[in-house]
């Protein structure tokens, strides 16, 4: 089992920037892949940005590239999003996930259900 638990959302106005966190705890290795995805009313829940646990390369969504980092504190066993730059089209629920599946290549999982824990979500309001 595998808890996450996210912080960070608020409310900003366009153009600003927001830190979300991550923080993982229970059976964490450094083969899982951590993904950020969000949901906004109405729609399905889209792939954001992803990462191994232990490092490697980053992958991004194209409507996020160039704006959002995804990066990780291995002693604080926490994933962070930094989003700057952010529109209105960015307003939804942001949610983390794990997938424990072991890749042999560099497939990086991008669809909602190949992940295996989901946090609890955490609103980001962007007003215009």
Known sequence: QVQLVESGGGLVQAGGSLRLSCAASGRTFSGQTMGWFRQAPGKEREFVAARRWS???TYYADSVKGRFTISRDNAKNTVYLQMNSLN?????????????????????????????????GTQVTVSS
């Open 55 to 57: 490092g490697g390369n």
């Open 88 to 120: 209105a089209e960015d307003t939804a629920v942001y949610y983390c996930a794990v997938d424990q599946k072991i890749y042999s290549n560099d497939y990086v999982p991008r669809i909602y259900y190949e992940y295996d824990y989901w946090g609890q």
